[in-house]
């Protein structure tokens, strides 16, 4: 689990350091850098799988991406833990620094020291899991081959950022049929919904789709389970099975069923499938009705503890809703204001001047649409 993150000169992010829940909430305005903060993120783990120049390439350039376009070295400094229910540091602090600031220097990248128990630089790990990847900085002029523990204690940290859209879920796009991968991942817009379903379906292990199915019906007593319908172009295309139809399965498409359906439906495939273990959601209630904003939350806090899917993911969320967020608690919730000449600053909401008397009145919901982000971190609102 990503615990913390320090972001220096990346897009609004002048220098902010963030701590991270198993499920992260952040909230504030438009172009406040809540989005930024996610692909922050988002691009430390594209590193990790792909060719840095190819990371770092045209709208993704350092000179681009870089605070205020000053050139200016982008850095990362992370911390992070095994998984949600193991507290120990599994690293040290570990420095990722970017550098190359012109198309004719390769940006390379250098870490510090990780962890302090054992010899060798994070650039010789990295380059032991990915040898074409890397421009290596070694002070001693040689690279040294990295120990099989490497490969096998840090490829867990490595995992957990590598392959990590930014899930932005269009229902329409969520009931479009599909044809079949045996490698379908889910796309950011949900798209290959259908495709990663058939994946999970038809794996070896057989217990994913009664689980899912379960913890589907758990959550919309309704439905009771998936089918999966060929069309004629060899697609597969969504159906659900109703609650009560024991003996005569009745199916009914994805298009008659409702959008709340369509997106717990998605977040499982994620919880059931070889989907990152962090999952970065931005603006879940698109779409919803208030009614299943609790529905969604709800099935996102379990994702994030273990209780649906394969194991605990963390979750971090960019939301625009205050009904969605009077599910949080405040340890969940983190403000993100933007000042144009300092940039993004960070807040958690458990920080915040009387926050625990203002609750005993308001929902966290409620006191951001009646103060706004600014009186809730000034302490005004409990004046």
């Given at each position: 689990?990503l615990?913390?993150l320090r972001?220096?000169?990346?897009r ?12 992260t909430?952040l ?8 989005t930024s903060v ?7 783990g594209?590193?990790m799988?792909r ?12 000179e681009v991406?870089s605070w205020?376009r000053e ?6 400094e992370?911390e992070?833990n ?13 420095t990722?620094?970017?550098f190359?600031?012109?198309?004719n220097?390769?940006p390379r990248?250098?870490?510090?020291e990780?962890?302090a128990?054992h010899?060798?630089t ?8 990915n040898?074409?990847?890397?421009v290596?900085?070694?002070d001693d002029g ?5 120990h ?8 867990p940290?490595v995992?957990?950022?590598q392959r ?8 329409d796009a969520l009931?479009a049929?599909?044809l079949s ?6 796309s ?8 990663v379903l058939d994946r999970i379906f038809?794996g070896i ?8 199915e379960q ?7 309704t439905?009771r389970?998936?089918?999966?319908r060929t069309?004629?172009n060899?697609a597969?295309?969504?159906e659900?099975v109703l ?16 959008d ?7 977040y499982?495939?994620l919880?059931?499938?070889?989907a990152p273990q ?6 879940p ?14 099935t996102l806090?379990?994702?994030s ?7 605990p993911r ?5 939301t625009?809703?205050p ?7 405040k340890e ?9 000449e300092t ?6 909401l ?6 625990d008397?203002?609750?005993e ?7 951001w ?9 000034s302490g005004?609102?409990?004046?």
């Open positions: 689990m615990s913390r972001v220096q000169n990346f609004c992010l002048r220098d902010v350091t963030i701590d991270f829940s198993p499920l909430v909230i504030g305005k438009n172009d406040s850098g809540k996610l692909d922050a993120i988002r691009l430390l594209d590193t799988s060719p840095i120049p190819e990371v770092f390439a045209g709208a993704n350039h350092p991406l205020m050139r200016k070295e982008i850095r990362w992370i992070a095994r998984n949600a229910y193991d507290f120990r540091l599994y690293s040290t602090r570990v990722y620094e970017l190359g600031r012109s198309d220097v390769p990248m250098q870490f510090e990780v962890p128990a010899r060798g994070w650039s010789h790990i990295a380059y032991a899991l040898p074409d990847l890397w290596l900085d070694d040689q690279v040294e081959a990295a099989d523990w490497y490969r096998d204690e840090l490829r940290f995992d957990l950022f990590l859209p930014r899930y932005r879920f269009a229902t009931r049929s599909c991968k045996p490698d379908a991942v889910l950011a817009s949900g798209d290959t919904l259908a495709a038809s292990d057989s217990s994913r789709r009664s689980s899912l913890d589907l019906h758990a959550a919309i007593p439905l389970g998936i089918s999966l069309l004629d060899s597969k295309t969504i659900y609650s009560g139809s024991s003996k005569r399965p009745v199916t009914i498409p994805c298009e008659n069923t409702s709340g359906a369509l997106l717990v439906t998605a499982l495939a919880a059931y499938s070889d962090t999952l970065l959601i931005e603006e209630e698109n779409g919803l009705h208030p009614s299943l904003l609790r529905l969604v939350f709800d806090r379990k994702i503890t273990g209780e649906y899917g394969l194991g963390q979750v971090i969320i960019a625009q809703s009904l969605l967020l009077n599910y949080a608690t969940e919730v983190r403000i993100v204001r933007r000042d144009p940039g993004t600053a960070i807040t958690p458990a920080e915040i001047p009387e926050i008397k203002l609750l009145e308001f929902a966290i919901g409620e006191l649409y009646h103060l706004g982000e600014d009186a809730l971190v005004e609102g409990g004046a």
